[in-house]
């Protein structure tokens, strides 16, 4: 076993967790500025591009069953100081895995957006503006999406985060730049549109597929061998989805909750849905810092347990979730206080400010929540500790959040904000509840190696 890697895994969190912070504000940027050049161009691409956005973290999620049960299991057994050979067969087998997937989803998207978006009530130029971005970006991307995931989960289960963080700037940048073009014109180019919105994501996929591979294959303690060798044991794709596949679950979970809140949202109008959107891309960079914390969390934790210092870790956790929640709840705070000028940037609409400007005020309810579940369980995945978050998440999601939105914003007439605090209290909830998993120390009894 390389030292390298040892020390890599005794990266204080600061190292760990600060690069992970700066590739979700350039993330969430990039994506704020799309919506901000969207909104320029039309109010019912925004809302149609939102709409399936919803379905394209869906489709993530599926991917992120190979990703993310390969980065807990490299955790742990990099911890434990296994050779070689074993984390070779963890790379070959989560390659494999990510072919048959993406090939799976295209096929899905090509024979099954229609049918889908003939179940929401559009109009018919949503329904348009839907239909082409998600041909084209989750069709056509499906491929580049999933590997790049794969790759990023390596290079950070490796301690490579600062690598990972300049590859997801870069290809953020390429985003912009793509959708400048496509939608105001420039250098004399037609305007695209959705379409060139949609081109655009893709081309950034395709630049971070490339640019993280090469990045793999310049760091000599990384083992991706994903071609050649001794053949790769069933046991490790078995040991993957085992990890992978509860722990997506419950992104899995929350994701299709969201997409059943965006319907019922959709039956309000587009101004609820614009409204929806703007106020989830604001909250993205209030959320960023623990989003941040908690992946480094995961890591950490990972090779804690593999490792066998699950008492160190224990008392961290406790820290980087105060740390968390505090700097969370200072920033949404902050957002109330300017969020008129903010609000502006967006739109224009008197009803979808006004909408807007509601549901910032909530969120600080919300973000409190949002900000523990991010944190405790991100460690429990670390260590290794996947079904009670998994069971627990799929009950508050459909009791808890469904169904409260839909009794609070359908049947007691509150609206958009009847479902955001329905999601609030499904968000608070679960991490009140992880915070006593974690005190408990069942996860201890949980470990992969």
């Not at 076993?1 to 040892?6: A, G, P, R, V």
């Not at 990972?302 to 929640?325: E, P, S, W």
């Not at 469904?402 to 609070?408: A, E, M, P």
Request: hydrophobic share 50%; aromatic share 12%.
């Amino acid at each position: 076993m390389d030292n390298n890697k040892k020390l890599r895994g005794a990266l204080p969190m600061l190292q760990l967790s600060l690069p992970l912070i700066l590739e979700q504000f350039f993330r969430i940027l990039v994506s704020s500025i799309d919506t901000v050049m969207l909104s320029s161009y039309s109010e019912k691409a925004v809302a149609a591009v939102g709409m399936m956005s919803q379905y394209v973290f869906f489709i993530n999620i599926l991917f992120n069953v190979i990703a993310i049960g390969t980065s807990i299991v490299l955790s742990q057994y990099l911890g434990a100081k296994k050779t070689d050979d074993e984390l070779n067969f963890i790379s070959k087998a989560s390659t494999g895995m990510v072919v048959v997937a993406a090939v799976f989803i295209t096929v899905l998207i090509a024979v099954g957006t229609r049918p889908l978006l003939s179940r929401y009530s559009l109009e018919d130029e949503v329904r348009t503006f839907a239909t082409e971005y998600f041909f084209l970006y989750g069709g056509l991307g499906a491929f580049f999406i999933s590997f790049s995931l794969l790759q990023s989960s390596v290079l950070r289960a490796y301690g490579y985060t600062k690598e990972a963080m300049v590859v997801s700037i870069v290809a953020n940048v390429v985003n912009v730049a793509g959708n400048a073009l496509s939608l105001y014109g420039l250098f004399g180019l037609p305007i695209l549109g959705v379409k060139g919105v949609a081109l655009s994501s893709l081309a950034s996929m395709v630049v971070s597929c490339i640019l993280l591979g090469i990045i793999i294959r310049r760091k000599k303690d990384i083992k991706f061998k994903v071609i050649g060798g001794k053949k790769t044991p069933a046991k490790y794709y078995r040991l993957i989805l085992s990890v992978g596949v509860p722990t997506a679950s419950e992104s899995l979970s929350y994701n299709v909750s969201q997409i059943v809140i965006m319907a019922m949202i959709s039956s309000l109008g587009t101004y609820a849905m614009s409204s929806q959107v703007y106020t989830q891309t604001i909250c993205r960079f209030v959320f960023m810092l623990a989003v941040g914390i908690g992946n480094a969390v995961q890591i950490k934790t990972g090779y804690c347990v593999g490792a066998g210092q699950q008492d160190y870790i224990y008392k961290k956790v406790f820290k980087y979730g105060a740390i968390g929640t505090g700097c969370t709840l200072g920033m949404i705070l902050l957002a109330n206080v300017i969020k008129h000028p903010i609000i502006g940037l967006f739109t224009k609409q008197p009803e979808v400010h006004e909408l807007v400007s509601l549901l910032l005020l909530l969120s600080i309810y919300l973000e409190f929540g949002r900000s523990l579940n991010l944190v405790f369980i991100g460690a429990l995945k670390g260590a290794g500790d996947i079904l009670f978050p998994v069971l627990y998440g799929i009950f508050s999601n459909w009791v808890i959040m469904v169904g409260g939105s839909y009794l609070l914003g359908l049947r007691l007439g509150l609206g958009v904000a009847g479902f955001w605090i329905g999601i609030a209290t499904d968000e608070t909830t679960r991490g009140i509840v992880m915070i006593f998993r974690w005190k408990s120390k069942k996860w201890m009894k949980k470990s992969l190696v």
